[in-house]
C-alpha cells in the first residue's frame, strides 16, 4: 500500500513539474477584415465584386507589413453585393467582401 502511495505521489509532482515548465501552444489570432467598393462592371474584368476583394487583399497586405507579420491565412472570403444604383449616368453597385484572417 506504502508503494503505491509513493508512486502516485511521485507521478503527481512529475506530472505538476511537467505542465509547469512546458511552454504553451501559440494560439492563432484572428482578425475580420472589411472592404467595400462602389463601381460599375463595365470597367472591371472581374467587376465590382472583384475589385472589392482586390481591395480587401490589399488591405490585408498593408497590415501586414505594418505589423511585421510573416504568414496570415485567410478564411472564406465572403462578398455581397447590393441593388444597382445611379451615379454619373453610370449603373453602379455596392459590393462588400469581408474575410477571417489570422496570424
Given at each position: 500500500?506504502?508503494?503505491?502511495?509513493?508512486?502516485?505521489?511521485?507521478?503527481?509532482?512529475?506530472?505538476?513539474?511537467?505542465?509547469?515548465?512546458?511552454?504553451?501552444?501559440?494560439?492563432?489570432?484572428?482578425?475580420?477584415?472589411?472592404?467595400?467598393?462602389?463601381?460599375?462592371?463595365?470597367?472591371?474584368?472581374?467587376?465590382?465584386?472583384?475589385?472589392?476583394?482586390?481591395?480587401?487583399?490589399?488591405?490585408?497586405?498593408?497590415?501586414?507589413?505594418?505589423?511585421?507579420?510573416?504568414?496570415?491565412?485567410?478564411?472564406?472570403?465572403?462578398?455581397?453585393?447590393?441593388?444597382?444604383?445611379?451615379?454619373?449616368?453610370?449603373?453602379?453597385?455596392?459590393?462588400?467582401?469581408?474575410?477571417?484572417v489570422c496570424?
Amino acid at each position: 500500500m506504502r508503494k503505491i502511495w509513493i508512486l502516485s505521489a511521485i507521478f503527481c509532482a512529475g506530472f505538476i513539474t511537467f505542465t509547469t515548465f512546458v511552454p504553451e501552444r501559440a494560439e492563432a489570432r484572428c482578425k475580420t477584415f472589411t472592404a467595400s467598393h462602389n463601381g460599375t462592371d463595365m470597367f472591371y474584368d472581374d467587376g465590382a465584386r472583384g475589385t472589392a476583394k482586390n481591395k480587401l487583399y490589399l488591405q490585408v497586405e498593408q497590415w501586414r507589413k505594418e505589423n511585421g507579420i510573416k504568414r496570415v491565412r485567410f478564411g472564406k472570403v465572403r462578398t455581397s453585393c447590393g441593388e444597382w444604383f445611379m451615379k454619373y449616368f453610370l449603373m453602379h453597385k455596392k459590393c462588400i467582401a469581408k474575410a477571417r484572417v489570422c496570424y
